[in-house]
């Protein structure tokens, strides 16, 4: 039973709405229960690919999203990083569970003279209420800022807790400096340039060389269209008529009933900021010896305990001790959104990879697409199960857990002790283009793409979708590109649902769904960090 996108939408709407409620959680970032109690330390999304900025081959970009869905005008105290939390990224490079490297971040917050800004009022000297006096520009941007963030960033390596540290440094020592938020346009009139002085090139990297590091607030890259889902989601999530302004969402198989492509669909790009962590660091750094695939993961933690402060002060609300533990987890987009089921959510962001065996049922035996058959095979008039049946759903395995052989699982992978979550990338593969690059990644031929690790201009949304719906049982064009034959037959199955017909294995695997809403890496930076400046709080000069 093959069904088509034609055949897709003969249903009603209602069950079009359905389908896409249930990934209403997949679109807000807050993924868990518990951490939605502790935003300055929710991480938003993970990027790791190779360095595409014009001479950066030998590098790759490491970036972790924290603080979701910042309203630009939200202010006065806007978005500081937690200064008693960590703040991680954690690179594997010998095909286990476990990380070699870590780099750390640790944040403090401190007002200016320990008081911030004063006045005097009628002979009394005050503080004022807003982080900063006046104007801030790049040549002049910290006379008038009344409290700064600074940060140190620690390589480690070997265990997190227990392994090597030495710190990142600099032309200025080991402390680095964290822009203010952009306000709006009164107070950084040009807050590109103002920002652009945050990053620091040539930072010594401990044994590797050197690279770049970033840390502030940037425009949101995650394209979703999430305002439609919370209001009944009145949309059809397949691929509708062309739109020209983004061609390569185009499907000669569309329909005209489809959602058509379109920003105004997004709710997040052009709309909201995150905090940035973004670091540049050597190839060689980061591999172990011949093998070019690494696995990577950037986390969030706490100290143990928190006493209240019934007298609180700037410097301290709680007292914090004890050992750090994890509250944020993040890799490939969306697992823990939508494949993790809901008890098990602040585990997984608690886990370590080492221990991802114990989740792994989720899976091998997901459940989203059996909610996707609940919802939708009335609507199709299917004669059976829309959803795949190759259980365990080994393709989904290798798309999270362990890499694609030829691609990104390296090479001394046990599928037996290794299976683990983690983004992972082959550093072997030549970085994209900017101007080049394919919102579908790998599955269109683009090998710097996802899920060979994530670049900010990959359309997850779809692509996880898809791969839920058993996309990669059915045939892809990476037959040359797998075998490194150019004169290889390129339509291939990779082999990862069984024998089966793929039109029974998975009768929607090559239905085009979407949610609607665009992305394109043209309409991102070209160099690090890649993503664009944070929009204005106050659009008015």
Not at 361 to 374: C, E, K, Q, R
């Amino acid at each position: 039973m093959t069904i088509s996108v034609r055949t897709l939408l003969r249903g009603s709407c209602a069950s079009a709405l359905c389908l896409t409620a249930t990934l209403a959680s997949a679109s807000s970032h807050r993924e868990a229960p518990g951490i939605t109690e502790q935003p300055k330390i929710d991480a938003t999304d993970f990027y790791m690919f190779k360095s595409y900025e014009a001479g950066r081959g030998d590098y790759v970009t490491l970036i972790a999203n924290y603080q979701p869905l910042q309203a630009p005008y939200g202010g006065p105290n806007y978005f500081t990083m937690d200064p008693d939390a960590i703040y991680e990224i954690h690179v594997s490079n010998d095909a286990d569970a476990e990380e070699e490297i870590t780099f750390q971040f640790k944040f403090d917050n401190n007002l200016t003279g320990g008081t911030g800004i004063q006045l005097d009022i009628g002979g009394e000297t005050v503080g004022i209420p807003l982080r900063a006096a006046g104007q801030i520009t790049a040549s002049n941007p910290t006379a008038a800022l009344g409290e700064t963030e600074s940060y140190g960033v620690t390589m480690i390596t070997g265990d997190r807790r227990s392994g090597d540290r030495a710190e990142l440094t600099h032309s200025g020592g080991t402390t680095f400096a964290k822009p203010l938020d952009n306000v709006g346009n009164k107070t950084l009139p040009d807050y590109e340039a103002y920002a652009d002085a945050y990053i620091y090139d040539n930072v010594e990297i401990p044994g590797c060389g050197t690279g770049r590091v970033f840390a502030g607030q940037r425009e949101e890259a995650f394209a979703v269209n999430l305002g439609e889902i919370f209001d009944l989601v009145n949309l059809v999530p397949v691929q509708g008529p062309d739109n020209p302004m983004w061609p390569q969402y185009n499907d000669p198989d569309f329909n005209a009933n489809g959602i058509v492509q379109d920003r105004a669909n997004d709710d997040l790009i052009g709309k909201a900021n995150v905090t940035t962590l973004a670091l540049e660091v050597p190839i060689d750094c980061l591999t172990q010896g011949d093998e070019a695939v690494i696995g990577a993961w950037t986390t969030a933690s706490l100290p143990q305990g928190e006493l209240e402060d019934p007298s609180p002060t700037y410097e301290q609300t709680s007292l914090f001790g004890g050992a750090w533990v994890q509250q944020s987890r993040l890799s490939n987009p969306l697992v823990n959104e939508v494949v993790i089921g809901l008890a098990d959510k602040d585990l997984f962001n608690a886990a370590e990879p080492v221990i991802d065996e114990a989740l792994a049922v989720y899976v091998t035996n997901p459940t989203l697409p059996a909610l996707l058959d609940i919802l939708f095979r009335d609507a199709l008039g299917a004669s059976g199960d829309i959803a795949p049946s190759n259980f365990p759903r080994n393709d989904l395995v290798t798309a999270f857990l362990s890499g694609f052989p030829g691609v990104n699982q390296p090479a001394g992978f046990d599928a037996s002790t290794d299976l683990s979550e983690m983004l992972r990338l082959n550093t072997a593969f030549p970085a994209t283009p900017r101007d080049d690059q394919h919102t579908f990644g790998l599955l269109a031929e683009d090998l710097g793409g996802f899920p060979n690790g994530r670049r900010p201009g990959d359309d997850t949304v779809d692509l996880a979708l898809r791969v839920m719906m058993g996309r990669l049982c059915h045939n892809v064009p990476l037959g040359q590109e797998v075998s490194g034959d150019p004169s290889a037959e390129d339509s291939i199955n990779l082999g990862l649902c069984g024998d089966g017909d793929p039109d029974d294995t998975a009768p929607a695997g090559e239905v085009p769904f979407t949610d609607g809403a665009p992305l394109r890496a043209t309409e991102l930076r070209a160099s690090f960090p890649y993503l664009n400046t944070p929009i204005a709080g106050s659009p008015n000069n």
